[in-house]
């Protein structure tokens, strides 16, 4: 059954915000969230603490007839703070025109999306048991130290759900919940020379569920199992040398080059400078990648980044922004798509109410066509047997240089000229066998042009996964997000994309 | 205690005055449903703030328009009667929920037979932190943001500047910590400014608790200008495959040390044995520095971001050394992993590099360079295992040396291992007037793409 969301109650609120708009003679946008969170460490077998925390404010856009805006917010959720902070985000507002600033009259072009509440019956903080959550973590903490000698562990879990109800003065009032949560696990192994290794395992979802639930917490315990081994054996790994090399990636690395190095580029508000555009004009029809590659962006329910409803109160839409390698569609705001010359697709975010929207992704993923089957469950696929899929699909040949990078450490981008960067836990050189797996080396950075490694796309081995979880930095604002891949994709050797090393 | 002579238009509140009340209703037991309260300490803070920004080249437009925001908030600790503990933030809607909230707080409650004690009161120093003149701005006179970003943007797009990002803001807060044992502090600080960002290759600005001095904004766009100029101009450098001498600014220099040398320094990761450091280390004063480079906290410094009067536990700002002439002295300790460790407590404040006899400049470092890179900035720092030292780092805004002169741009990949370079002998510190942080030169793995 649905939830009842708080956010309901605000009513008066709202009709003070409008009212005071119409008043005024301008046009708001308000947004109001009610969020609460949990969330608690447990360090080598103690518990470190539990924090609770709640925050609940408003925020309003404010745009004259004439297209200036202005912005103001407040903690204060009350018909009077909302008068007020309408009051002052239009004599911001007015006050820029004197200015000179630049108008946008997007606002009164689009049409009201109604009244809609969007609610999912996700567990709420009150039906969930700290003693169980509690419990349950300090169990996975002392399995995971259990995976090696002398494991230094750090769990941490914690789950969020915010409550939003965006307004504007066309009689658009959309009310909806985000919930997310996740649980993680630092693994720091310190070897005999003194040398410290600290890897990173996690799973992620709506709810608690991500910690109780049989399903979830065994693939966090394969996950760490994995993670642990890897620790152990990084202490007396040697660097790779820097250059060039074909590449075999996992999906969550997968996801940071979709989002990295094509996602941030293919936003509509940073059009004029992104080397998806041309004179402000999204590049759409241009071929970008390798015929076979799709990239998708869409909400999915149930996932860590979920969000059906765009900060200014329009649908979410799921886009596939290249089709079959060519440039179809912009992840585009209200503001921005019709000059980028692509149709609004919901795609703004926030990550409070303190903050301005911004377009930005929500579970991003690569998919590549006619992929190589692949039966094993992608947390027990070894570097050997990757190996052997790859020569057997004539992906790989046995002298040649190939790579396997494994694990997402996060990365960053620079839209406007196509850099991007991304980490990874461990290298392992298929073509380098040792004891008869292939060799492991320390992790190094990924660093490359977009275009050219999205043009270098060979393969896509296994399902597509979509739960690499992360956050995402922009204008300031940390929201989650995710995606995925197919479960290994093939990257082939390019003199744009490098390793780094010694 | 508010002091008398500031200016009527603070937006103090009697929050911290209704929350003590509440608390001490709490201490004596008067709400049934929970046990109580056997001490409490919050640290609050309530502010204003104004900014303006650019966002590629369009003045307060859509994505960067004028913004006003108000708010309260901060953090709570409780000790139950039965010695278990609560952390929460607290909010403007603590006090009106205040019922609802200590049930929440109570349910939240756990046990940790080493979590601190409420701390006595101790004496802070009265650092300067407030700029009367910020106000006016913080109002809503945000004339003088516009001034400031119309300056740089008229002078930095007759240059060469194509794309422009840029901000300004300013702030005013009021702290209010109080403790169950008596600290009662109250204050109010201020904030100031702006920063420049020009083609996304190059950035600089100003930020401290009182209005920059006359001729600060024109250095900033000045350095902004030659910079962008330098790191448009492409060049060519061939690395030496056995290691190449590189500059890190004092911005990546200061990114360097705060990730792999401060963020090894944390009293958990430290007693939890995930920092590159043990607790024996700093027992017998390892050394893992030059005996030349010392890490120093330092929270006296007026109208800087870092002053502090005192942390949200209550200990005093002050000055410490956590590593000094290169030995390990204490980690960064909050009270209950000082209770743990046994060093004391850290005091309040940022922390700074302090390298003895070093007082070159950062351009006489830059003349004395025969051949090598300045690296402007890196990307993927969040990324990297600090634990063990090692960097493997894009540095795609790198400019060459050659005999002293800029000769222009390259994209490089560095790499090697920071817990070795700062170590070697012939690592080199120099000094940027304005900047904390200082340059830093030594040698390492370079990729050219």
Same mark, same amino acid.
């Given at each position: 059954?649905?939830?009842?969301?708080?956010?309901?109650?605000?009513?008066?609120?709202?009709?003070?915000?409008?009212?005071?708009?119409?008043?005024?003679?301008?046009?708001?946008?308000?947004?109001?969230?009610?969020?609460?969170?949990?969330?608690?460490?447990?360090?080598?077998?103690?518990?470190?603490?539990?924090?609770?925390?709640?925050?609940?404010?408003?925020?309003?856009?404010?745009?004259?007839?004439?297209?200036?805006?202005?912005?103001?917010?407040?903690?204060?959720?009350?018909?009077? *703070?909302?008068?007020?902070?309408?009051?002052?985000?239009?004599?911001?507002?007015?006050?820029?025109?004197? @200015?000179?600033?630049?108008?946008?009259?997007?606002?009164?072009?689009?049409?009201?999306?109604?009244?809609?509440?969007?609610?999912?019956?996700?567990?709420?903080? =009150?039906?969930?048991?700290?003693?169980?959550?509690?419990?349950?973590?300090?169990?996975?903490?002392?399995?995971?130290?259990?995976?090696?000698?002398?494991?230094?562990? %750090?769990?941490?879990?914690?789950?969020?759900?915010?409550?939003?109800?965006?307004? %504007?003065?066309?009689?658009?009032?959309?009310? +909806?919940?985000?919930?997310?949560?996740?649980?993680?696990?630092?693994?720091?192994?310190?070897?005999?020379?003194?040398?410290?290794?600290?890897?990173?395992?996690?799973?992620?979802?709506?709810?608690?569920?991500?910690?109780?639930?049989?399903?979830? *917490?065994?693939?966090?315990?394969?996950?760490?199992?994995?993670?642990?081994?890897?620790?152990?054996?990084?202490?007396?790994?040697? %660097?790779?040398?820097?250059?060039?090399?074909?590449?075999?990636?996992?999906?969550?690395?997968?996801?940071?080059?979709?989002?990295?190095? @094509?996602?941030?580029?293919?936003?509509?508000?940073?059009?004029? =400078?992104?080397?998806?555009?041309?004179?402000?004009?999204?590049?759409?029809?241009?071929?970008?990648?390798?015929?076979?590659?799709?990239?998708?962006?869409?909400?999915?329910?149930?996932?860590?980044?979920?969000?059906?409803?765009?900060?200014?109160?329009?649908?979410?839409?799921?886009?596939?922004?290249?089709?079959?390698?060519?440039?179809?569609?912009?992840?585009?705001?209200?503001?921005?798509?019709?000059?980028?010359?692509?149709?609004?697709?919901?795609?703004?975010?926030?990550?409070?109410?303190?903050?301005?929207?911004?377009?930005?992704?929500?579970?991003?993923?690569?998919?590549?066509?006619?992929?190589?089957?692949?039966?094993? %469950? +992608?947390?027990?696929?070894?570097?050997?047997?990757?190996?052997?899929?790859?020569?057997?699909?004539?992906?790989?040949?046995?002298?040649?240089?190939?790579?396997?990078?494994?694990?997402?450490?996060?990365?960053?981008?620079?839209?406007?000229?196509?850099? @991007?960067? +991304?980490?990874?836990?461990?290298?392992?050189?298929?073509?380098?066998?040792?004891?008869?797996?292939?060799?492991?080396?320390?992790?190094?950075?990924?660093?490359?042009?977009?275009?050219?490694?999205?043009?270098?796309?060979?393969?896509?081995?296994?399902?597509?996964?979509?739960?690499?979880?992360?956050?995402?930095?922009?204008?300031?604002?940390?929201?989650?997000?995710?995606?995925?891949?197919? *479960?290994?994709?093939?990257?082939?050797?390019?003199?744009?994309?490098?390793?780094?090393?010694? | 205690?508010?002091?008398?002579?500031?200016?009527?238009? $603070?937006?103090?509140?009697?929050?911290?005055?209704?929350?003590?009340?509440?608390?001490?209703?709490? !201490?004596?037991?008067?709400?049934?449903?929970?046990?109580?309260?056997?001490?409490?300490?919050?640290?609050?803070?309530?502010?204003?703030?104004?900014?303006?920004?650019? &966002?590629?080249?369009?003045?307060?437009? &859509?994505?960067?328009?004028?913004?006003?925001?108000?708010?309260?908030?901060?953090?709570?600790?409780?000790?139950?009667?039965?010695?278990?503990?609560?952390?929460?933030?607290?909010?403007?809607?603590?006090?009106?929920?205040?019922? !609802?909230?200590?049930?929440?707080?109570?349910?939240?409650?756990?046990?940790?037979?080493?979590?601190?004690?409420?701390?006595?009161?101790?004496?802070?120093?009265?650092?300067?932190?407030?700029?009367?003149? $910020?106000?006016?701005?913080?109002?809503?006179?945000?004339?003088?943001?516009?001034?400031?970003?119309?300056?740089?943007?008229?002078?930095?797009?007759?240059?060469?500047?194509?794309?422009?990002?840029?901000?300004?803001?300013?702030?005013?807060?009021?702290?209010?910590?109080?403790?169950?044992?008596?600290?009662?502090?109250?204050?109010?600080?201020?904030?100031?400014?702006?920063?420049?960002?020009?083609?996304?290759?190059?950035?600089?600005?100003?930020?401290?608790?009182?209005?920059?001095?006359?001729?600060?904004?024109?250095?900033?766009? !000045?350095?902004?200008?030659?910079?962008?100029?330098?790191?448009?101009?492409?060049?060519?450098?061939?690395?030496?495959?056995?290691?190449?001498?590189?500059?890190?600014?004092?911005?990546?220099?200061?990114?360097?040390?705060?990730?792999?040398?401060?963020?090894?320094?944390?009293?958990?990761?430290?007693?939890?044995?995930?920092?590159?450091?043990?607790?024996?280390?700093?027992?017998?004063?390892?050394?893992?520095?030059?005996?030349?480079?010392?890490?120093?906290?330092?929270?006296?410094?007026?109208?800087?971001?870092?002053?502090?009067?005192?942390?949200?536990?209550?200990?005093?700002?002050?000055?410490?050394?956590?590593?000094?002439?290169?030995?390990?002295?204490?980690?960064?300790?909050?009270?209950?992993?000082?209770?743990?460790?046994?060093?004391?407590?850290?005091?309040?404040?940022?922390?700074?590099?302090?390298?003895?006899?070093?007082?070159?400049?950062?351009?006489?470092? $830059?003349?004395?360079?025969?051949?090598?890179?300045?690296?402007?900035?890196?990307?993927?720092?969040?990324?990297?295992?600090?634990?063990?030292?090692?960097?493997?780092?894009?540095?795609?805004?790198?400019?060459?040396?050659?005999?002293?002169?800029?000769?222009?741009?390259?994209?490089?990949?560095?790499?090697?291992?920071?817990?070795?370079? $700062?170590?070697?002998?012939?690592?080199?510190?120099?000094?940027?007037?304005?900047?904390?942080?200082?340059?830093?030169?030594?040698?390492?793995?370079?990729?050219? !793409?």
């Amino acid at each position: 059954m649905p939830k009842k969301l708080r956010v309901a109650k605000y009513d008066d609120t709202i009709e003070a915000l409008l009212s005071r708009a119409r008043e005024l003679d301008v046009y708001a946008i308000g947004r109001i969230m009610d969020s609460q969170g949990r969330s608690m460490t447990i360090n080598n077998g103690r518990l470190e603490g539990i924090s609770t925390g709640s925050g609940t404010g408003m925020g309003v856009s404010v745009f004259t007839r004439e297209g200036y805006t202005g912005f103001a917010s407040s903690d204060k959720v009350t018909p009077e *703070s909302a008068r007020k902070i309408v009051e002052t985000a239009a004599k911001l507002a007015f006050s820029s025109s004197v @200015f000179g600033t630049e108008p946008n009259l997007s606002v009164f072009e689009i049409a009201p999306s109604g009244v809609q509440t969007i609610a999912t019956d996700y567990k709420t903080l =009150t039906e969930t048991s700290y003693e169980e959550q509690v419990q349950r973590l300090k169990e996975c903490n002392e399995q995971i130290r259990e995976y090696g000698t002398n494991l230094s562990v %750090r769990s941490s879990h914690w789950v969020n759900d915010s409550h939003w109800r965006i307004v %504007r003065s066309d009689g658009t009032d959309m009310s +909806f919940d985000l919930p997310h949560a996740a649980v993680g696990a630092n693994i720091t192994v310190t070897g005999t020379s003194g040398n410290a290794v600290s890897t990173y395992a996690a799973v992620s979802g709506p709810d608690a569920s991500v910690l109780l639930d049989n399903a979830y *917490s065994e693939k966090l315990d394969l996950r760490a199992r994995k993670m642990a081994d890897l620790a152990q054996k990084l202490v007396d790994a040697p %660097r790779i040398r820097g250059g060039n090399y074909k590449l075999v990636i996992d999906y969550a690395l997968a996801k940071g080059l979709a989002h990295e190095a @094509f996602g941030h580029a293919s936003e509509t508000d940073g059009m004029e =400078t992104s080397i998806l555009g041309k004179d402000g004009k999204m590049r759409l029809g241009e071929q970008l990648a390798a015929p076979s590659v799709t990239i998708t962006d869409g909400s999915v329910l149930g996932d860590y980044a979920y969000q059906p409803i765009s900060a200014n109160g329009m649908p979410r839409q799921t886009v596939e922004i290249l089709k079959d390698g060519i440039l179809r569609a912009g992840l585009a705001d209200l503001f921005s798509a019709a000059k980028a010359g692509v149709p609004i697709t919901g795609a703004e975010r926030i990550e409070s109410y303190r903050n301005l929207p911004v377009p930005r992704m929500t579970n991003i993923r690569i998919s590549v066509a006619n992929p190589i089957p692949l039966d094993t %469950r +992608f947390e027990l696929v070894t570097p050997l047997e990757l190996r052997e899929v790859l020569l057997s699909n004539g992906l790989m040949q046995a002298d040649e240089q190939v790579l396997y990078l494994s694990g997402y450490k996060g990365g960053q981008v620079n839209p406007k000229d196509g850099d @991007f960067v +991304f980490n990874c836990a461990s290298i392992y050189a298929l073509h380098e066998l040792e004891n008869g797996n292939p060799k492991l080396y320390q992790p190094a950075i990924f660093s490359g042009k977009v275009l050219s490694a999205l043009h270098s796309i060979l393969a896509g081995i296994g399902p597509i996964l979509l739960d690499a979880q992360g956050h995402c930095g922009k204008a300031g604002q940390s929201v989650p997000s995710s995606g995925g891949a197919n *479960s290994f994709i093939v990257i082939d050797r390019n003199e744009n994309v490098t390793i780094g090393g010694d | 205690m508010l002091p008398e002579d500031l200016p009527a238009n $603070i937006p103090y509140s009697d929050f911290a005055d209704q929350m003590v009340e509440l608390l001490r209703k709490a !201490e004596l037991g008067a709400s049934a449903n929970v046990p109580k309260v056997k001490g409490w300490r919050f640290d609050a803070s309530e502010g204003r703030s104004v900014t303006l920004s650019i &966002v590629d080249n369009k003045l307060g437009g &859509v994505y960067g328009p004028a913004t006003a925001r108000d708010s309260l908030g901060g953090g709570l600790y409780l000790i139950w009667e039965d010695e278990m503990r609560s952390l929460a933030s607290i909010d403007r809607h603590t006090i009106p929920e205040f019922e !609802e909230r200590l049930a929440e707080w109570r349910a939240g409650a756990y046990s940790d037979e080493r979590a601190p004690d409420i701390l006595e009161p101790q004496p802070t120093p009265d650092i300067v932190m407030f700029d009367p003149a $910020i106000m006016d701005i913080v109002d809503g006179d945000i004339a003088e943001l516009f001034r400031t970003l119309k300056q740089g943007e008229t002078e930095l797009r007759s240059s060469e500047v194509e794309f422009l990002d840029a901000g300004a803001s300013a702030s005013l807060s009021m702290r209010y910590l109080r403790n169950s044992k008596g600290i009662d502090l109250t204050y109010p600080s201020t904030m100031y400014s702006y920063s420049f960002y020009a083609d996304s290759l190059y950035g600089n600005g100003y930020g401290k608790r009182k209005i920059p001095p006359a001729g600060e904004l024109e250095r900033i766009i !000045e350095d902004v200008k030659v910079n962008t100029k330098h790191l448009k101009r492409e060049a060519e450098f061939k690395p030496n495959p056995d290691g190449c001498r590189i500059i890190l600014s004092p911005g990546v220099g200061g990114s360097f040390m705060g990730s792999y040398i401060a963020g090894n320094l944390s009293g958990s990761a430290v007693s939890n044995r995930q920092s590159a450091y043990k607790l024996e280390d700093f027992k017998e004063q390892k050394q893992v520095l030059r005996e030349d480079i010392s890490l120093f906290i330092d929270g006296l410094r007026p109208f800087e971001p870092t002053a502090s009067r005192a942390t949200g536990e209550g200990i005093p700002g002050g000055q410490s050394y956590l590593i000094q002439n290169g030995k390990l002295i204490a980690p960064s300790l909050d009270l209950k992993y000082a209770g743990i460790t046994g060093f004391p407590p850290t005091p309040g404040g940022g922390l700074y590099v302090l390298v003895d006899d070093e007082k070159k400049a950062f351009e006489q470092m $830059i003349r004395e360079m025969e051949y090598g890179l300045l690296v402007y900035g890196v990307l993927g720092m969040h990324t990297q295992d600090t634990t063990n030292g090692r960097f493997s780092l894009s540095a795609p805004r790198s400019l060459v040396i050659e005999n002293g002169k800029i000769k222009g741009k390259v994209k490089a990949t560095i790499s090697g291992n920071f817990f070795e370079s $700062i170590l070697a002998d012939d690592t080199a510190f120099s000094w940027e007037p304005f900047e904390d942080s200082p340059a830093i030169q030594f040698t390492c793995s370079v990729l050219v !793409e």
